[in-house]
């Protein structure tokens, strides 16, 4: 099991940059992908970016530009800097980590979760 705990959640106006952390810890060796998700109410949980052990990221189309998704794999630790910020990013933010040797979009691709962090962007 991997135990995965975000930080760096907040409020921002519009235009404004925030940077999410998740430090994993526990069987970190099985871990071949990571990525972040996020969830806003009413919709379903998205995939904003994920990134493989030694492979290049991926992004959705509507944060590519914006967000950058980082892997230390010293310190056990993702990140996700998002820069120009929209209302529409606003959301819970999920780190997730899978053993699968590739990055699925879908959810139900990885086994272990984060708690959230929350994100809100005022205009």
């Known amino acids: 099991e991997v135990l995965l705990v975000e930080s760096g959640g907040g409020s921002v106006q519009a235009g404004g940059s925030l940077r999410l952390s998740c430090a994993a810890s526990g069987y970190t060796s099985s871990v071949s992908c990571m990525a972040w998700f996020r969830q806003a109410p009413g919709k379903e949980r998205e995939r904003v970016a994920s990134?493989?052990?030694?492979?290049?990221?991926t992004y959705a189309d509507s944060v590519q530009g914006r967000f950058t998704i980082s892997r230390d794999r010293a310190k056990n630790t993702l990140y996700l800097q998002m820069i120009s910020l929209k209302p529409e990013d606003s959301a819970m933010y999920y780190c997730?980590?899978?053993?699968?040797?590739?990055?699925?979009?879908?959810?139900?691709?990885?086994?272990?979760w984060g708690q959230g962090t929350q994100v809100t962007v005022s205009s």
């Open positions: 990134v493989q052990r030694d492979g290049w990221p």
């Open positions: 997730a980590a899978s053993a699968f040797p590739w990055c699925s979009p879908s959810a139900d691709a990885y086994k272990d």
